[in-house]
């Protein structure tokens, strides 16, 4: 075999999800969150050796500070012959532009940066209009921060639903969302959310949730999916834990002769995620596509990876804090009811 042919993976063998519209998106796709240690043009250089490599499916944001230099690939790509239609990208509503006024065009923006004419999923990144400007420390707090009202929420959400019957957007969706937060949601919304995107990682299961919004018809799009190593220093905590250490992931890995990484993604593949992993080094992102449709896990290694669940979150939120005294379980609704204002 051609060794270039051998250092790809065929776009038709990764799994797909289907959502509630019928439309199909590539079950892994690449995260583009550099944090603190990759600069927007080391990211965009791995987008796209990413697409060579075979992935469609990227998972963008406004925040992120890297959507110009990925859309400049994008542009590329599509001039090289690529169809739009190719690929699945996804982008988020940052929470300075929750205002009425503020979602469509920022939508405009993000759709301009990547170089598209419509984005296949925008998410509302956070459920809380309280921002942070990037490389911020564990303390920062907006001056004006706000908790979940969702009366507030609604009208970012019409404006999401304005976006679809505009055709910018295929398909509108949520992130960092939680059980009480979702049900009002769901009671209100004339376009449903699609995905829900949220921290999954076999240290950090969300088991309730994640069961919540499969019934829902509501695909769980998992960032994280690995224990992310790379999360900024304000996401670290002396109680967190590393799932690719744990005794039960690397038993299996050994078992298959993978690295743990594979073991992380080929469970929640098989769980019935979408991961999105970050890497910007070939070997990692090609391996990383490779564990999604090849030697899958056996019912017993499913079992014993659900068994070490630790409830750990890694990305807290303690940014989005809206008043002095609050812990981080605050935003997260952890008694089954939306923490009062």
């Known amino acids: ?49 990413a697409f060579e490599a075979g992935y469609r499916h990227f998972d963008c944001a406004a925040v992120y500070g890297n959507e110009p230099q990925i859309g400049a690939v994008f542009g590329e790509l ?19 532009m929750h205002g009425e006024e503020d979602v469509v065009p920022a939508c405009r923006k993000s759709l301009g940066d990547l170089q598209l004419d ?35 929420f609604m009208r970012t959400w019409r404006q999401m639903e304005r976006l679809v019957d505009m055709g910018l957007v295929r398909h509108i969706g949520t992130s960092n969302m939680t059980v009480p937060k979702l049900k009002l ?10 995905v829900n995107e949220m921290e999954l990682h076999p240290h950090f299961q969300q088991p309730e949730l994640v069961e919540f919004v499969t019934r829902n018809g ?4 998992g960032y994280c999916p ?41 469970w929640a593949v098989q769980r019935g995620q979408v991961p999105i992993p970050m890497s910007t080094k070939r070997k990692n992102y090609l391996s990383n596509l490779k564990a999604v449709f090849s030697d899958p896990l056996t019912t017993e290694e499913m079992y014993r990876i659900g068994e070490i669940d630790r409830d750990c979150r ?12 609050q812990s981080w379980e605050d935003l997260w609704d952890l008694k089954g009811e939306i923490t009062p204002p």
């Open 118 to 152: 419509y984005l296949d999923l925008y998410l509302v990144h956070w459920p809380f209009p309280n921002w942070h400007p990037p490389g911020c420390t564990v303390g920062s707090r907006t001056e004006n921060a706000r908790p979940y009202i969702h009366a507030n």
């Open 78 to 96: 599509f001039r090289s012959g690529i169809k739009r239609e190719a690929l699945w990208v996804t982008s988020k509503l940052w929470n300075d």
């Open 1 to 49: 075999m051609d060794p270039a042919v051998a250092d790809r993976v065929d776009p038709a063998e990764v799994p797909q999800r289907q959502l509630m519209s019928g439309a199909l998106m590539p079950g892994i796709g690449l995260g583009t969150f550099g944090s603190d240690h990759a600069d927007p043009g080391e990211v965009a250089a791995a987008v796209r050796g």
């Open 185 to 194: 949601l769901l009671d209100d919304a004339h376009v449903r959310p699609a």
């Open 226 to 266: 690995l224990g992310s190593p790379d999360r900024p220093e304000r996401d670290k905590t002396a109680t967190d834990t590393v799932d690719m250490d744990d005794p039960v992931i690397v038993e299996i890995a050994e078992r298959h002769r993978v690295h743990p990484s594979a073991v992380c993604l080929k």
């Open 314 to 325: 890694l990305v807290k939120g303690q940014v989005f804090l809206w008043k002095p005294g």
């Open 218 to 221: 509501i695909v769980p799009v």
